[in-house]
């Protein structure tokens, strides 16, 4: 089975296209060092009755979204190596270098996953 890293994060809305254009180049790199898939997606529905909205998880803030992205791989090992080679990449380095955040990473939550099901 695959396996996915997940991240949630608030991006303030004035921010969405640099957060894009940031991602857009990041998901290039993923891409050519091997992931098999890139998503950021932006927040359009939080209203909902069943358990903890991301909103309350991530504090979101008056003029902020919340981003829900994923990078899936072959496998642990397979994204162990991809992201190894990600993060000596210079470009992302250099995407970083200089740069303000458009979004604030301690409020980003993140994890690596195992697929348990797939349809």
Not at 34 to 50: K, M, N, Q
Not at 55 to 80: C, L, N, Q
Request: aromatic share 10%; charged share 25%.
């Amino acid at each position: 089975m695959s396996y996915v890293d997940g991240f949630v994060l608030p991006v303030p809305k004035k921010n969405l296209a640099a957060y894009r254009r940031m991602a857009r180049a990041a998901g290039r790199i993923w891409k050519e060092h091997g992931a098999l898939e890139f998503r950021e997606c932006a927040g359009d529905d939080f209203a909902t009755t069943v358990g903890i909205p991301f909103p309350k998880i991530v504090k979101m803030r008056t003029g902020e979204t919340i981003m829900f992205s994923w990078i899936v791989y072959r496998s642990r090992a397979h994204r162990d190596r991809v992201n190894k080679k990600v993060m000596a990449d210079p470009r992302l380095g250099a995407m970083m270098q200089g740069q303000k955040m458009p979004f604030d990473p301690t409020r980003m939550c993140y994890g690596g996953f195992k697929v348990l099901v797939a349809v």
